[in-house]
């Protein structure tokens, strides 16, 4: 059965050449990831943490956040990681890490939400050949509502419209697959946590829009399966990507202002 991913999905929709190189010549990158990925690790992980702790009836202090934080950003950080922005430095980005955590402890706490699963993994069957996996940054059930609710911490530096926000799929996607476990019937929330402006942005879906959008995937899914070109797409991503050595519309383009 071939799984697949929004990440996967999307790689195919931003650049066909970069779904080749990552997904089906499996070649393995030269650069592993960028700061603002190792941010987003980092704080994730912390938030992760910080949860457990309250699954076990603890409330930790802000400084055993930071500290846990500060030690999962020692964990994989290297000094050749990639910085795009040449006037910040990866100070910079820790520091944003530091302040994502403070804003988020003082505004969430005692981070009462009846949180069930952290990092829960899902799988969606698509079709009798295909699936779709994905993981969960936090599941609570709300108490007060009755709801699922889909907890997503995002590190990015935009703010999104609610427009954007009720078509994102990722989350969407995520409630078909809670609802197949808990019950067709059950409401779902999608809650995106913007933490660089500590602000949430929720959302819902009516069960005719996430029908729809399972026959779209599958739509999507079968155009990639069929597809026999890779084309490469000159965007502000090239900057990120970690093919780009390797891409020649890249290379062509190194004066360009996406270099």
């Given at each position: 059965m071939?799984?697949?991913?929004h990440?996967?999905?999307?790689s195919?929709?931003?650049?066909?050449?970069?779904?080749?190189?990552?997904?089906i010549d499996k070649?393995?990158?030269?650069i592993?990831?960028?700061?603002?990925a190792?941010?987003g690790t980092?704080?994730?992980?912390?938030l992760e943490?910080l949860?457990?702790?309250?699954q076990?009836?603890?409330?930790p202090?802000?400084d055993?956040?930071l500290?846990?934080?500060?030690e999962?950003?020692q964990?994989e950080?290297?000094?050749g990681?990639?910085?795009?922005?040449?006037?910040l430095t990866?100070?910079?980005y820790?520091?944003?890490?530091?302040?994502?955590?403070?804003?988020?402890?003082f505004?969430?706490?005692?981070?009462?939400?009846?949180?069930l699963e952290?990092?829960?993994r899902?799988f969606?069957?698509?079709?009798?050949?295909h699936k779709?996996?994905?993981?969960?940054?936090?599941?609570?059930y709300n108490?007060?509502t009755?709801?699922?609710?889909?907890?997503?911490?995002k590190?990015?530096n935009s703010?999104?419209?609610?427009?954007k926000i009720d078509?994102?799929?990722?989350?969407a996607?995520?409630s078909?697959a809670?609802?197949?476990?808990f019950?067709?019937?059950k409401?779902?929330?999608l809650?995106?946590?913007?933490?660089n402006?500590?602000?949430k942005?929720?959302s819902?879906?009516?069960?005719?829009?996430?029908?729809?959008?399972?026959?779209?995937?599958?739509?999507l899914i079968n155009?990639i399966?069929?597809?026999?070109e890779?084309?490469?797409?000159?965007?502000?991503?090239c900057?990120?990507?970690?093919?780009?050595t390797l891409c020649?519309?890249?290379?062509?383009?190194?004066?360009?202002?996406?270099s």
């Amino acid at each position: 059965m071939a799984m697949y991913s929004h990440s996967k999905l999307s790689s195919f929709e931003q650049c066909k050449l970069r779904y080749k190189f990552r997904y089906i010549d499996k070649i393995k990158p030269e650069i592993e990831k960028s700061i603002e990925a190792h941010l987003g690790t980092a704080v994730h992980s912390a938030l992760e943490w910080l949860y457990k702790q309250v699954q076990e009836n603890k409330i930790p202090e802000i400084d055993d956040l930071l500290v846990t934080y500060t030690e999962e950003w020692q964990k994989e950080f290297s000094p050749g990681i990639l910085i795009v922005k040449k006037h910040l430095t990866s100070q910079d980005y820790y520091n944003k890490g530091i302040k994502f955590l403070i804003d988020y402890y003082f505004t969430n706490k005692p981070f009462d939400e009846n949180t069930l699963e952290l990092e829960k993994r899902i799988f969606l069957n698509l079709t009798d050949q295909h699936k779709l996996q994905g993981y969960i940054d936090r599941l609570t059930y709300n108490l007060q509502t009755n709801e699922y609710e889909i907890h997503d911490y995002k590190t990015a530096n935009s703010l999104p419209s609610q427009k954007k926000i009720d078509n994102d799929r990722q989350l969407a996607l995520y409630s078909i697959a809670i609802k197949e476990i808990f019950g067709q019937e059950k409401k779902v929330s999608l809650i995106w946590h913007y933490l660089n402006f500590n602000q949430k942005i929720i959302s819902k879906r009516t069960d005719q829009q996430l029908e729809q959008l399972k026959k779209d995937i599958i739509e999507l899914i079968n155009k990639i399966e069929s597809t026999t070109e890779f084309p490469a797409t000159n965007s502000i991503l090239c900057n990120w990507c970690e093919f780009k050595t390797l891409c020649p519309e890249f290379q062509s383009h190194s004066s360009s202002p996406f270099s």
